[in-house]
């Protein structure tokens, strides 16, 4: 596994997808901060669930979490019950194992919501990879949504790195 993971995000109403290659170990004091309330927070919790951020001071979301064996996991963000984003994260150690988590992604997000052209922002030229869709989020919340999936990934892929390794996560 690199250093690095690939992020794609689809916004409504905008057919490009922004891409971004990001450091699995954040570079600054704050990314890292933010990865560590994600660590925190994941520890002990089972391969599925849905609860209330509890680190959050403002905001009231709630995190679904779905991860599979062999690295793949499915985790949409909820405010009032309405989904702010969802995203597929791909550890690359599974190919099995990320297709099928694609499929999910694919047939419950993309295809209803942005058409089937939006499955290109699961084609990622290496792994580990996430691939976001913005759902009910307003713009100016992009950067904070984007945070947290990136922190996220970041917590996640490290851990499956070391799983994958041998080591201890």
Same mark, same amino acid.
């Given at each position: 596994? &690199? /250093?690095?993971?690939?992020?794609?995000?689809?916004?409504?109403?905008?057919? #490009?997808? !922004?891409? !971004?290659?990001? +450091?699995?170990?954040?570079?600054?004091? !704050?990314?890292? +901060? #933010?990865?560590?309330? *994600?660590? @925190?927070?994941?520890?002990?919790?089972?391969?599925?669930?849905?609860?209330?951020?509890?680190?959050?001071?403002?905001?009231?979301? +709630?995190?679904?979490?779905?991860?599979?064996?062999? /690295?793949?996991?499915?985790? &949409?963000?909820?405010?009032?019950?309405?989904?702010?984003?969802?995203? #597929?994260?791909? $550890?690359?150690?599974?190919?099995?194992?990320? /297709? !099928?988590?694609?499929?999910? *992604?694919?047939?419950?997000?993309?295809?209803?919501? *942005?058409?089937?052209?939006?499955?290109?922002?699961?084609?990622? $030229?290496?792994?580990?990879? #996430?691939?976001?869709?913005?759902?009910?989020? +307003?713009?100016? @919340?992009?950067?904070?949504?984007?945070?947290?999936?990136?922190?996220?990934?970041?917590?996640?892929? @490290?851990?499956?790195?070391?799983?994958?390794? /041998?080591?201890?996560?």
């Amino acid at each position: 596994m &690199t /250093g690095m993971f690939h992020m794609h995000t689809l916004s409504p109403g905008n057919e #490009v997808i !922004q891409r !971004q290659e990001l +450091e699995l170990q954040p570079g600054n004091p !704050q990314g890292e +901060e #933010v990865c560590q309330l *994600f660590q @925190r927070f994941l520890a002990d919790k089972p391969t599925e669930f849905r609860l209330i951020l509890p680190f959050l001071k403002r905001d009231e979301i +709630e995190m679904e979490w779905a991860a599979a064996p062999g /690295g793949a996991a499915l985790c &949409t963000f909820y405010e009032d019950d309405s989904p702010l984003a969802s995203a #597929v994260l791909l $550890s690359g150690i599974d190919p099995d194992a990320d /297709g !099928q988590m694609c499929a999910l *992604f694919e047939a419950a997000i993309l295809d209803p919501i *942005f058409g089937p052209e939006a499955k290109l922002a699961l084609h990622f $030229s290496a792994y580990p990879a #996430v691939a976001l869709a913005m759902l009910a989020a +307003e713009p100016e @919340r992009f950067p904070t949504v984007q945070l947290f999936y990136a922190s996220l990934a970041s917590v996640y892929f @490290r851990q499956m790195s070391a799983l994958s390794a /041998g080591l201890p996560s």
